[in-house]
């Protein structure tokens, strides 16, 4: 959850300076950076107890996380409209909720949880579930 709670504290920031400077479209670019990273949010399944499960499983934490995104994505798109009172409304549910992925996260971490007793593993190291899709440099 380390990479939502990145994303939680720049939604965070850019409410603090849009409160303060009342600039849209500043906050509306702002805004657009933070939709781009949400989007490229993926599954970490490089990891101990993800990679080596079915594929078929591996499609419904996929289709789960597409999920989540487009309802996150869907959220911070309406802030674009908002006037202030609104958009700080829906800001402090956005906080409050981790941007609708913490369910995401339970679901998971509950997942691997019980991979780990169903197959008898003791030591399967903490990882971030989350990660961010690397880009290629052009």
């Given at each position: 959850?380390?990479?939502?709670?990145?994303?939680?504290?720049?939604?965070?920031?850019?409410?603090?300076?849009?409160?303060?400077?009342?600039?849209?479209?500043?906050?509306?670019?702002?805004?657009?950076?933070?939709?781009?990273r949400v989007e490229s949010i993926e599954v970490n399944m490089s990891e101990a107890p993800l990679e080596s499960l079915d594929i078929k499983v591996k499609k419904v934490f996929n289709q789960l996380l597409l999920k989540h995104k487009v309802k996150s994505v869907s959220s911070l798109q309406s802030l674009k409209q908002m006037n202030k009172r609104s958009y700080n409304r829906v800001v402090r549910t956005l906080i409050s909720k981790r941007l609708f992925f913490s369910g995401l996260n339970n679901t998971m971490t509950r997942s691997i949880s019980s991979y780990k007793e169903k197959n008898k593993l003791q030591h399967i190291q903490p990882f971030q579930i989350f990660v961010e899709r690397e880009y290629e440099k052009q």
């Open positions: 959850m380390m990479l939502i709670d990145e994303l939680l504290q720049e939604l965070a920031d850019i409410s603090t300076e849009f409160n303060h400077e009342n600039d849209a479209e500043i906050r509306n670019l702002k805004l657009d950076l933070l939709i781009q």
